[in-house]
């Protein structure tokens, strides 16, 4: 909700005319999808290999760097200067200049000699910082305590803090077996109970690495279901398929958090619920070969963002069976351009099966179908008005004579709330057609649909001014004729019209 919150104070300074520079950095937030586009950026761009998790991605990293004897990890997680990562270095992306190609280094083996620690005492030290499993606010009465400071005085000074809790683990055994069989009266020092116990146990095995299978190996071949999951994740940790593909056939939730929506208005309908309907066609794509359980349907639980109390219970979705069963996954998968019109049909009806599959492939270029289906489908809902469509199809559509020098030259105000609103609604939901675009096998390619080929918040937000002031589609188009007709294509199949 705190990041609620900061957003809620963007869009009020953005509606109160306030400029961009003048928001505090602080209440900024990345653009909606990263974590799914930098794969695809690393990828199909910096053409480097790239690998998914399947559990914590800073144990699966550490436990890759210390195997394969990596220089260093270049990332922004503390964890990497607890964890044991060989001799490996960690280096801050928070502070990376890539003007002159320089960063800082943080060396776990100069921190524990400092604090006069073995390394291996460092997830001691962190575990009794406070962490994800056993927070701060548990710790305070301890952290008073060892630095000798009055309850009542609010502010805890970290610069004695942490030697003080050093001087502590310092003496506690270093054999981990030893160390074990005290943890109950080392729990009631630290957390007021022995049975707390647990808790640092947990806390020390989640900073060390645990050796992942990255073969299909111990899989019962002799059943379907179960080669079609090994396939998903093979394909997963490869970074074949984005990562939600691997977790529903795995029976894990779909998640989506907190992005750049305003819950105090209506006048737009939530991501969750605007392409809920494409989610349900997409888990049956996936789901369907899958035995169904004895209610005779596959649910899957949901944890979306949707406003205050959203989240305090999963929504159940059901999995829609395609109108006409799919060849199966491993066909859409494999078998090369032998089922390339079964993936378009598949993919285009999962829309909405109103749009026509044929006028859709043989006329829209392959940069604008994605923006293409998603605006017919929130255009469906009523929500937009016929320009604020205009204003993202005219962005997709000159984007190809936009370059990184143009764009970072254009203005960044002045900005419309309802603009940043209208376009997170838009992009948020291309990331599920990229999901669906996954599940059908790849009828486009990444390379093909990429959203930096037909977005760019900047010229979104100039293109939205310019449509919500009247201007032509010509006008919209920058006065270019091959601009011009890709964006009637494009327009008249979200309105399902002939131009």
């Given at each position: 909700?705190?990041?609620?919150?900061?957003?809620?104070?963007?869009?009020?300074?953005?509606?109160?005319?306030?400029?961009?520079?003048?928001?505090?950095?602080?209440?900024?937030?990345?653009?909606?999808?990263?974590?799914?586009?930098?794969?695809?950026?690393?990828?199909?761009?910096?053409?480097?290999?790239?690998?998914?998790?399947?559990?914590?991605?800073?144990?699966?990293?550490?436990e890759y760097a210390r195997n394969n004897r990596v220089f260093a990890i270049l990332g922004q997680d503390s964890d990497y200067v607890i964890m044991d990562t060989g001799n490996t270095l960690y280096l801050s992306i928070e502070h990376l200049n890539l003007r002159n190609m320089t960063?800082?280094?943080?060396?776990?083996?100069?921190?524990?000699?400092?604090?006069?620690?073995?390394?291996?005492?460092?997830?001691?030290?962190?575990?009794?910082?406070?962490?994800?499993?056993?927070?701060?606010?548990?710790?305070?009465?301890?952290?008073?305590?060892?630095?000798?400071?009055?309850?009542?005085?609010?502010?805890?000074?970290?610069?004695?803090?942490?030697?003080?809790?050093?001087?502590?683990?310092?003496?506690?055994?270093?054999?981990?077996?030893?160390?074990?069989?005290?943890?109950?009266?080392?729990?009631?020092?630290?957390?007021?109970?022995?049975?707390?116990?647990?808790?640092?146990?947990?806390?020390?095995?989640?900073?060390?690495?645990?050796?992942?299978?990255?073969?299909?190996?111990?899989?019962?071949?002799?059943?379907?279901?179960?080669?079609?999951?090994?396939?998903?994740?093979?394909?997963?940790?490869?970074?074949?398929?984005?990562?939600?593909?691997?977790?529903?056939?795995?029976?894990?939730?779909?998640?989506?958090?907190?992005?750049?929506?305003?819950?105090?208005?209506?006048?737009?309908?939530?991501?969750?619920?605007?392409?809920?309907?494409?989610?349900?066609?997409?888990?049956?794509?996936?789901?369907?070969?899958?035995?169904?359980?004895?209610?005779?349907?596959?649910?899957?639980?949901?944890?979306?963002?949707?406003?205050?109390?959203?989240?305090?219970?999963?929504?159940?979705?059901?999995?829609?069976?395609?109108?006409?069963?799919?060849?199966?996954?491993?066909?859409?998968?494999?078998?090369?351009?032998?089922?390339?019109?079964?993936?378009?049909?598949?993919?285009?009806?999962?829309?909405?099966?109103?749009?026509?599959?044929?006028?859709?492939?043989?006329?829209?270029?392959?940069?604008?179908?994605?923006?293409?289906?998603?605006?017919?489908?929130?255009?469906?809902?009523?929500?937009?008005?016929?320009?604020?469509?205009?204003?993202?199809?005219?962005?997709?559509?000159?984007?190809?004579?936009?370059?990184?020098?143009?764009?970072?030259?254009?203005?960044?105000?002045?900005?419309?709330?309802?603009?940043?609103?209208?376009?997170?609604?838009?992009?948020?939901?291309?990331?599920?057609?990229?999901?669906?675009?996954?599940?059908?096998?790849?009828?486009?390619?990444?390379?093909?649909?990429?959203?930096?080929?037909?977005?760019?918040?900047?010229?979104?937000?100039?293109?939205?001014?310019?449509?919500?002031?009247?201007?032509?589609?010509?006008?919209?188009?920058?006065?270019?004729?091959?601009?011009?007709?890709?964006?009637?294509?494009?327009?008249?199949?979200?309105?399902?019209?002939?131009?």
């Amino acid at each position: 909700m705190s990041k609620l919150g900061s957003m809620y104070i963007v869009l009020d300074a953005i509606s109160n005319g306030t400029p961009t520079h003048v928001i505090p950095k602080k209440h900024f937030h990345l653009p909606p999808g990263m974590g799914q586009l930098s794969r695809v950026i690393f990828k199909t761009v910096c053409h480097c290999e790239v690998y998914q998790s399947l559990t914590e991605c800073d144990e699966e990293i550490a436990e890759y760097a210390r195997n394969n004897r990596v220089f260093a990890i270049l990332g922004q997680d503390s964890d990497y200067v607890i964890m044991d990562t060989g001799n490996t270095l960690y280096l801050s992306i928070e502070h990376l200049n890539l003007r002159n190609m320089t960063t800082r280094l943080y060396d776990r083996w100069e921190l524990a000699r400092s604090l006069r620690l073995h390394p291996s005492q460092l997830p001691l030290l962190a575990t009794f910082m406070g962490n994800d499993i056993i927070t701060a606010q548990d710790l305070r009465p301890f952290h008073l305590n060892v630095i000798r400071q009055p309850v009542y005085n609010r502010n805890i000074n970290f610069r004695m803090l942490v030697p003080n809790i050093a001087m502590f683990v310092r003496t506690l055994p270093l054999d981990e077996t030893q160390l074990f069989s005290i943890l109950p009266d080392v729990a009631i020092r630290t957390l007021g109970h022995h049975s707390r116990d647990r808790d640092i146990i947990t806390s020390l095995y989640s900073y060390k690495s645990h050796a992942i299978d990255h073969k299909r190996e111990g899989i019962d071949m002799n059943d379907h279901w179960s080669r079609l999951v090994a396939e998903a994740r093979y394909r997963h940790q490869i970074n074949e398929l984005p990562s939600m593909v691997y977790a529903i056939m795995s029976g894990l939730p779909f998640e989506s958090a907190t992005s750049i929506e305003d819950f105090r208005k209506n006048d737009l309908p939530t991501f969750a619920s605007a392409t809920q309907p494409i989610r349900e066609r997409i888990y049956g794509i996936l789901l369907q070969e899958k035995p169904l359980p004895e209610s005779g349907a596959h649910l899957v639980p949901e944890w979306c963002m949707a406003g205050p109390g959203s989240l305090d219970q999963p929504n159940y979705v059901p999995a829609m069976p395609p109108v006409s069963p799919h060849p199966g996954l491993l066909a859409l998968w494999n078998d090369g351009q032998r089922y390339l019109s079964v993936r378009w049909s598949l993919f285009v009806s999962s829309v909405s099966h109103k749009l026509d599959v044929s006028r859709v492939r043989s006329t829209v270029p392959s940069y604008l179908v994605i923006p293409t289906l998603i605006l017919f489908n929130i255009n469906e809902l009523g929500c937009l008005c016929p320009w604020e469509v205009d204003a993202m199809l005219a962005t997709a559509s000159c984007m190809k004579y936009y370059n990184v020098t143009k764009l970072a030259a254009l203005p960044s105000d002045p900005v419309s709330a309802r603009g940043v609103r209208v376009a997170n609604l838009i992009m948020r939901s291309t990331f599920i057609l990229y999901f669906l675009l996954a599940s059908c096998g790849y009828p486009l390619t990444l390379e093909e649909t990429a959203p930096w080929l037909f977005f760019d918040g900047k010229l979104f937000q100039i293109k939205y001014n310019e449509a919500g002031s009247g201007y032509s589609h010509s006008r919209l188009c920058d006065n270019r004729v091959d601009v011009l007709e890709v964006f009637q294509v494009a327009r008249s199949v979200v309105f399902y019209n002939d131009y």
